[in-house]
């Protein structure tokens, strides 16, 4: 079963525009962590961010996370081409070893 | 550093018949993953190893899928026998050894699509 659930389910943007997508999960965490895929290749990692944290940028990247509302999102500012990707939100909690589980994914279109 | 390396990149199998994947993770992690990825789905996971024992497998079809990861490094899933509603692409992922107050990233490979007709 999929932990989180990403909203907007596709979004498409102009070059240089912010993009915000969000992702709301269901049970307790230790960490979240965003990733990018691109049309047909593997996952790459983005960000973590710990339960304990609210806030993390990184680059173009703002994540943000609540944990009383068990949702986070991320920001990516200055939208490029090459942000075109979908983006999916991993949840991790501790069941005597670290259980990742990933959303749904947010289908992010940057037109130039 | 070198990624994690999947082969085949493409399989294409009729119903009813077998197909292995191959997966070399990342030197020196101990956890190795098997996911999922139905087209416009996030991944799921089929398997998780910590170095050779399997941690989680709840939600791998034990009917016809198998998993194995030799002395702690490469790993391989078979899926015997396809069906149709196997097609999808199957991503291996690495990472450290994650403790209960620390995680470590996940690298994943490129996947490997199969189509299963």
């Known amino acids: 079963s999929q932990q989180g659930e990403e909203d907007p389910q596709a979004l498409s943007i102009q070059e240089g525009e912010n993009a915000t997508m969000n992702c709301s999960y269901k049970?307790?965490?230790?960490?979240l962590q965003w990733y990018r895929q691109n049309s047909g290749r593997g996952l790459v990692h983005l960000i973590l961010?710990?339960?304990?944290?609210r806030e993390k940028h990184s680059g173009r990247l703002r994540v943000t996370l609540d944990t009383s509302k068990k949702s986070s999102s991320l920001l990516i500012t200055a939208s490029r081409a090459a942000d075109t990707a979908s983006y999916f939100c991993?949840?991790?909690?501790?069941?005597?070893?670290?259980?990742?589980?990933f959303g749904t994914g947010t289908k992010l279109q940057v037109i130039p | 550093e070198a990624g994690v390396a999947q082969s085949p990149r493409y399989k294409i199998i009729e119903k009813r018949q077998s197909v292995a994947f191959w997966c070399n993770p990342i030197?020196?992690?101990?956890?190795l993953y098997w996911y999922q990825q139905i087209l416009g789905q996030g991944p799921k996971l089929l398997i998780q190893?910590?170095?050779?024992?399997?941690?989680?497998d709840s939600q791998l079809p034990k009917d016809r899928f198998s998993a194995e990861r030799l002395k702690g490094v490469d790993s391989t899933l078979k899926i015997q026998p396809a069906k149709l509603e196997d097609s999808a692409v199957y991503l291996c992922?690495?990472?450290?050894?994650?403790?209960?107050?620390?995680?470590?990233?996940?690298?994943f490979g490129p996947g490997t699509r199969l189509t299963v007709t």
């Open positions: 992922a690495s990472s450290l050894l994650g403790l209960r107050d620390g995680l470590y990233e996940q690298y």
């Open positions: 049970t307790s965490i230790n960490n």
């Open positions: 961010i710990r339960s304990n944290e």
């Open positions: 991993a949840t991790d909690r501790w069941g005597g070893y670290q259980k990742v589980t």
């Open positions: 030197s020196g992690h101990a956890t």
């Open positions: 190893f910590q170095n050779n024992g399997v941690v989680d």
